[in-house]
């Protein structure tokens, strides 16, 4: 997905915008298949604690 994909979805975009860029910009480059606000929580979360 792409920063568009997440904007676009309401759900996905709430939560992505409150990431801190470091961990946005990690989930951008990591080419990852996020298609659900659960699976962008739980990767959110594990990237803003291990990338500290």
Same mark, same amino acid.
């Given at each position: 997905?792409?920063?568009?994909?997440?904007? %676009? %979805?309401p *759900?996905?975009r709430?939560?992505?915008? %409150?990431?801190?860029?470091?961990? *946005?910009?990690?989930?951008?480059?990591?080419?990852? *298949?996020i %298609?659900?606000?659960g699976?962008?929580?739980?990767?959110?979360?594990?990237?803003?604690?291990?990338?500290k």
């Amino acid at each position: 997905m792409d920063v568009n994909d997440y904007l %676009t %979805t309401p *759900q996905l975009r709430e939560y992505f915008i %409150t990431l801190p860029r470091y961990v *946005q910009e990690f989930i951008l480059h990591s080419k990852a *298949q996020i %298609t659900t606000l659960g699976e962008l929580m739980e990767i959110g979360e594990h990237f803003r604690k291990d990338l500290k």
